[in-house]
Structure formats: structure tokens, C-alpha cells
């Protein structure tokens, strides 16, 4: 396999297991896939630093509220650097957010992620995230009737 596929297929990996964290709402296992120093915003998050504070204002408002979600890893557009060790990845996603009633609604959208990785064989790390809902999704998912 070439230098090009093998870092997409690592990448598409680290997409399919951090989909699995989300949608299983394990914060813990997410955790080591991001350095501490992470920067990331939202549909409705400015800027926020860290990877702890992503984790307590980003993630925990947000995982817990949705169902069935998966990055469509189909759609995966990758560029890295010359020496491999840094990375861009956009690509869109898809869920299942709830209204305050309980219905349900398609809930899209979108993510870009910059990583980096120590050497070409170490895993990669995730340092900044973008992950917006795309245009007319309901800003809110008030988490699935029991």
C-alpha cells in the first residue's frame, strides 16, 4: 500500500472508532485521542481551548442528546503533509437529534479535524475539531424519550 493510502486508512480508522464514542457516549475512551492542548468549535461554540473544557462544554452538552451517530467516512477528504505527520480531514456526519417533545429528526452536518502524530507509525492525535450541523438542522437535541 502507498505512503497516501496508508495514511487515509489510518485515518478513516480513527474516524470510525472516535464515531463509536460518540454514539456510545464514552468520553473516557475518546479522551486519548486528542491532545491536551485541543482548540475546537461548533455550530453554536466559539473558540474553546482545551481538551478538558472541549470535553465538559462541547461533548457533554451534545453526546448525550443525540442517537445513531456516525462520521460517513465515505465522504472522508484527507491532505497531509510532506512529512506525514500532520494532517487535515473534512468529511460529513449524520445523527439523530430530539425535539422537546420526544419526536425525532434527521440531525446532518459536517467536521474538520487537524491532527498530528509523532512519526509515521504513531497514532494520530486529534488538535483542533470543527463540527457544525448543516443549515436548518434544529440547534437543540433535547436527548432520546425514555
Request: net charge negative; proline share 4%.
Amino acid at each position: 500500500m502507498s505512503a497516501i493510502a496508508d495514511d487515509h486508512a489510518s485515518i478513516k480508522a480513527w474516524f470510525d472508532t472516535w464515531s463509536g464514542y460518540v454514539a456510545s457516549v464514552d468520553y473516557d475512551s475518546a479522551r486519548p485521542m486528542f491532545a491536551e492542548d485541543l482548540v475546537a468549535f461548533g455550530t453554536w461554540m466559539d473558540i474553546v481551548e482545551g481538551r478538558e473544557v472541549v470535553i465538559e462544554k462541547q461533548w457533554k452538552s451534545i453526546w448525550g442528546t443525540i442517537n445513531d451517530f456516525r462520521f460517513l467516512t465515505d465522504t472522508l477528504q484527507v491532505r497531509v503533509s510532506p512529512d506525514r505527520l500532520f494532517a487535515v480531514a473534512v468529511l460529513v456526519w449524520e445523527s439523530t437529534g430530539f425535539h422537546d417533545n420526544g419526536d425525532s429528526y434527521p440531525r446532518p452536518g459536517r467536521g474538520t479535524v487537524c491532527m498530528r502524530r509523532a512519526g509515521v507509525d504513531a497514532s494520530w492525535m486529534g488538535i483542533h475539531t470543527h463540527l457544525s450541523l448543516n443549515r436548518g438542522v434544529p440547534q437543540k437535541s433535547f436527548g432520546a424519550p425514555a
